[in-house]
C-alpha cells in the first residue's frame, strides 16, 4: 500500500559538476576569495585608505542621505540674526510625540512680529522626526537638516536641545531664505 | 637544582603568559579578521581611559577582549537545577585545563644555555643547558594525544549535567565527532612518526632543520602535504569550529554542551576554544612547520642549500626561535579563523560521513604509500 517516499524534484534543482562535488577544489577557491578580499582591504587600510564600506555612525555622515532626509530641526533667522518664529506653538501642537516645548515672549518694539519664542526646546529623545512641525509651520521657522550633527549622545540628559542649537543654521545657498547675511554690517537685506 | 626549577619555573610562566595572551589576543583577532574579510570595520569601541585624563586608549579595539573578560566575570552565575552539580561545576575546567596541558610538551625554542645568553649568571648557572620545553617527554606526540582527548570527557560531561536535552544533544554530537577525528588526526601523525622514527617533538623539530632535495626545507608539510591538510581539517574538527561546529551549532542546539553555562564557566568553554586554537596552531608549526626554525635553520644558525652557512650568536638563536614560533602560531591561528568564517557548517550526517568514508580512507592510504615509500627508500 505504502507507495516507496519520492523526494520531489524541484525545477532549479542544484547540479553539480564532478568538480564541484569533489568538495576540496571550490573550498580551496572559496578560501581564495575570502583571503583575497582580506589581503585587499588590508592592504586598503596600510596605504591609508579605509578598507570597509562601513560608515562611524556619529563621526562620519553618509553621502548618501536622501535630499529630503528628515534630519535635525533648524529655526530659521531674520535678518537681525533672531529667530523667525513666532511662538504660534502650531509646531507644538501637531507633534505626535510632543517633544517641542515654547515660552512665548512679547517685544513691543517690533510692530510686525510682537510674538517671539523665550524658549524654543526640542527633545530629540522622544523626537521621531516625522517632519509635521515642518508642515504645520505658517512661518517657515522650523525646518530639517538632512543630516543630524552632533545628535548622538551618551546620556538622554543631553538630548534636550534648546534655541542656541537650533539657531545655529548659517545657510551660504538658499533660494528661499537668502538671509541672514552673514555679517551685521551687510547691507544687502533680503525680503522679510 | 635550584637552578632547574628556576628555569622551569620561568618557562611555565612564559608558556602560560603566551597561551592566556594569545586566548585574548585571537577573540580580537577573530573578530577584526572576520570584520575585514567581509568589508566591515569590526569591533573598535572598547576603550581604556587613563585615570584623571580624557585619553581615551583605543588602539584598534584591542580592549574588547578585556572588556568581554570583564562582562563574563561579573555576570550572574546561573545555574540550572540539576542532579549532578559537581560534574556541572567541573565540566569546564575538565575542558580548560588538558588544553593547556598540552603546550608543556611542545618545543617553543631549541636550547637555553643560561651561561652564555647572560654572562654575570654563570657562576649561578654553571654550563647547564635547558631544552625550551617545559617537559621533555620521549613520548611527547602521544601526551599530545592523551591530552586532547580528554576535552571530550568535559564536553560530555557539562552535556549530561546540565540536565537540558539541548545540552545532551551537544554532548552526543561532540562526543561521536571528536572521537572519529581522533582517530584521523593520529593516523595522519602516523606518516610522519614513520619518516621520522620518533614521537619526540624536540627531535622531530630538529630532523626539520635539514635540506630535501637540494632545496627545500625539509619540513614535515613537503614530507607528508597531503597528511598536513587532512590534519588541518581534523584538528578543526577537534576543536568543534565551523564548518564541524555541529556540537553548539546556534541554529539548531542554542550553544549545544553549554548551554546551561553562564558568565565565566562559560567564558571558560570559549577560551578553552580560543586556547585550543593557538595550540593547533602550536602542533601544526612543529609537526608540519619546522617548529621554531625558519628554514634551514638549526641551533647553530642558517645551513643554506649550496654550502653556504650562517652563523648565529646563541642570543640570536634564542630571540628568533621564540618569535619565530609565535609568529607561525599566529599565522596558523588566522588561518583557521579564515576557515571559520568561509565555509558554511556541515549537516550533521555529513560530518561523520566526511570523517569516516572520506577522510579515513584517505588517511590510511596516506599512510600505506608512506610506509611503502620509508620501507623502499631505507
Redesign the interface.
Known amino acids: 500500500m505504502s507507495a516507496k517516499y519520492q523526494r520531489k524534484v524541484y525545477w532549479n534543482e542544484p547540479t553539480m559538476t564532478w568538480w564541484e562535488r569533489a568538495y576540496l577544489f571550490e573550498i580551496l577557491r572559496g578560501l581564495g576569495i575570502t583571503s583575497a578580499v582580506f589581503l585587499r582591504n588590508m592592504w586598503r587600510w596600510m596605504t591609508g585608505r579605509k578598507g570597509a564600506l562601513t560608515t562611524y555612525y556619529p563621526e562620519e555622515t553618509r553621502w548618501d542621505y536622501a535630499k529630503l532626509n528628515r534630519g535635525k530641526h533648524i529655526l530659521t533667522q531674520r535678518p537681525d540674526g533672531r529667530p523667525q518664529c513666532v511662538a504660534c506653538n502650531m509646531c507644538a501642537t501637531v507633534c505626535p510625540a510632543k517633544v517641542i516645548e515654547i515660552d512665548a515672549g512679547f517685544d513691543p518694539t517690533d510692530a510686525a512680529h510682537p510674538k517671539y519664542p523665550i524658549r524654543f526646546e526640542i527633545d530629540y529623545s522622544r523626537c521621531v522626526f516625522c517632519g509635521l512641525c515642518v508642515e504645520a509651520c505658517p512661518e517657515d521657522a522650523i525646518r530639517m537638516l538632512k543630516e543630524t550633527p552632533g545628535l548622538p549622545r551618551f546620556d538622554r540628559g543631553q538630548m534636550w536641545i534648546a534655541m542656541d542649537e537650533l539657531l545655529t543654521w548659517n545657510p551660504q545657498h538658499d533660494v528661499a531664505k537668502p538671509y541672514p547675511v552673514a555679517a551685521a554690517g551687510d547691507k544687502k537685506r533680503g525680503p522679510a | 637544582m635550584i637552578q632547574d626549577l628556576v628555569i622551569y619555573l620561568l618557562y611555565i610562566v612564559y608558556a602560560l603568559a603566551v597561551l592566556m595572551t594569545f586566548g585574548t589576543v585571537l577573540t580580537w583577532v577573530e573578530r577584526k ?1 572576520a ?7 569590526g569591533a573598535n569601541r572598547a576603550y581604556v581611559r587613563i585615570p584623571f585624563t580624557q585619553i581615551k586608549l583605543v588602539w584598534l579595539g584591542l580592549f574588547h577582549g578585556l572588556a568581554d573578560g570583564l562582562k563574563m566575570l561579573v555576570k550572574e552565575d546561573w545555574r540550572p537545577k540539576t542532579y549532578d552539580w559537581y560534574a556541572y561545576a567541573v565540566a569546564p575546567w575538565v575542558v580548560f585545563t588538558p588544553v593547556l596541558l598540552v603546550f608543556a610538551v611542545i618545543p617553543f625554542g631549541g636550547v637555553l644555555i643560561p651561561a652564555k645568553l647572560f654572562p654575570s649568571l654563570a657562576g649561578f648557572f654553571g654550563d647547564r643547558s635547558y631544552a625550551l620545553q617545559i617537559a621533555r617527554l620521549d613520548a611527547g606526540l602521544l601526551i599530545v594525544f592523551a591530552f586532547g582527548g580528554m576535552t571530550i570527557i568535559g564536553a560530555m560531561l557539562a552535556g549530561w549535567s546540565s540536565y537540558n536535552k539541548f545540552s545532551m544533544l551537544g554532548a552526543l554530537r561532540a562526543g561521536s565527532q571528536m572521537i572519529s577525528y581522533e582517530l584521523i588526526m593520529g593516523l595522519t601523525v602516523m606518516g610522519l612518526i614513520l619518516i621520522y622514527g620518533t614521537v619526540d617533538l624536540t627531535a622531530i623539530v630538529q630532523q626539520q632543520s635539514g635540506i630535501l632535495l637540494g632545496f627545500l626545507p625539509a619540513w614535515g608539510i613537503v614530507h607528508q602535504p597531503f597528511a598536513a591538510t587532512l590534519f588541518m581539517a581534523a584538528a578543526i574538527a577537534e576543536n568543534k569550529r565551523i564548518p564541524f561546529d555541529l556540537p553548539e551549532a546556534e541554529s539548531e542546539l542554542i550553544a549545544g554542551f553549554y548551554t546551561e553555562y553562564s558568565g565565566m564557566k562559560m567564558g571558560l568553554f570559549m577560551f578553552a576554544e580560543f586556547i585550543e586554537i593557538a595550540i593547533i596552531g602550536a602542533l601544526f608549526t612543529t609537526l608540519f612547520l619546522g617548529g621554531y626554525n625558519l628554514p634551514f635553520m638549526s641551533d647553530s644558525g642558517f645551513a643554506f642549500p649550496g654550502g653556504y652557512a650562517l652563523p648565529m650568536s646563541h642570543g640570536a638563536v634564542v630571540v628568533t626561535q621564540l618569535v619565530v614560533f609565535l609568529g607561525k602560531i599566529l599565522v596558523m591561528s588566522s588561518f583557521q579563523i ?2 571559520r ?3 558554511p557548517r556541515f549537516r550533521y550526517d555529513q560530518v561523520l560521513m566526511f570523517a569516516w568514508k572520506f577522510m579515513l580512507p584517505l588517511a590510511l592510504a596516506n599512510l600505506i604509500v608512506t610506509a611503502i615509500a620509508a620501507w623502499v627508500l631505507a
Open positions: 579578521q570584520a575585514v574579510m567581509s568589508d566591515r570595520i579564515l576557515v568564517w568561509s565555509l
